[in-house]
């Protein structure tokens, strides 16, 4: 993907946080980094197959959590709606 897709994907990150955590994935081996010389110049990135191992492993997680959400909110509000009830 293109840095301007990435950015664009990710609302609300700031371009620091985005280029500073996509520097550190590249250092870690988990993507690429290609830039092309066009006018203005063109950045990618791409997942190693280091990164889509990790991939595979996240979404998994991801799964999880969209399957247990309504569970996990219910127990916060029971343990909340207990801690404010005592003395």
């Known amino acids: 993907m293109r840095y301007s897709e990435l950015a664009r994907m990710l609302a609300g990150v ?3 946080m985005l280029t500073q955590t996509l520097r550190s994935l590249e250092r870690d081996g988990l993507l690429t980094r290609t830039v092309t010389p066009t006018v203005p110049v063109t950045v990618s990135y791409e997942l190693t ?3 889509r191992s ?10 999880w959590a969209q399957e ?3 569970e996990v909110l219910a127990n916060v509000e ?3 709606t207990a801690k404010t009830e005592l003395p």
């Open 14 to 16: 700031s371009q620091k």
């Open 68 to 70: 247990h959400m309504d």
């Open 49 to 51: 197959d280091l990164g």
């Open 78 to 80: 029971r343990y909340d």
């Open 54 to 63: 990790l991939h595979e492993l996240t979404r998994g997680l991801r799964s």
